[in-house]
């Protein structure tokens, strides 16, 4: 499983949709991040009350993390193209997310409502 910003968020703001992804992180499963992931979250945390590095920590820890590599570039592309067609505010940041889940053959953990069409994508 990859958690996506949305997930990792909500989870670090202790909401109702954040119980939810604690069970993937309090269980022994393996887990993925991408560097994208890092980037928002740290943005994120540094906008709203300031635990960027402590998140980052425990993302890297917790999580293996998912290079960016030409074929998940090219992948993204790809997705991203496909999606901004019919959802003209789909980022090239969950493209990125979506391709590095799919170069692993694992699905993406997200509440962000840009993935609901995607079967690689498991909704809180």
């Not at 670090?12 to 890092?38: A, C, H, N, W």
């Not at 920590?57 to 998940?72: G, H, N, P, S």
């Not at 570039?73 to 959802?87: M, N, R, S």
Request: aromatic share 10%; charged share 30%; glycine share 4%.
């Amino acid at each position: 499983m990859l958690l996506d910003s949305f997930a990792w968020m909500e989870y670090f703001m202790g909401t109702q949709e954040g119980e939810k992804v604690r069970r993937f992180v309090d269980d022994d499963i393996q887990l993925y991040t991408s560097p994208i992931v890092i980037a928002e979250i740290y943005f994120k945390s540094l906008r709203t009350d300031g635990n960027a590095e402590e998140r980052k920590d425990f993302i890297i820890k917790r999580c293996a993390l998912i290079v960016l590599d030409e074929i998940i570039a090219v992948e993204a592309a790809k997705i991203h193209a496909e999606k901004k067609i019919k959802t003209p505010d789909f980022g090239l940041a969950d493209a990125l997310i979506l391709a590095s889940a799919r170069n692993r053959k694992i699905k993406v953990v997200t509440g962000d409502p840009h993935f609901k069409d995607f079967k690689d994508a498991v909704m809180m």
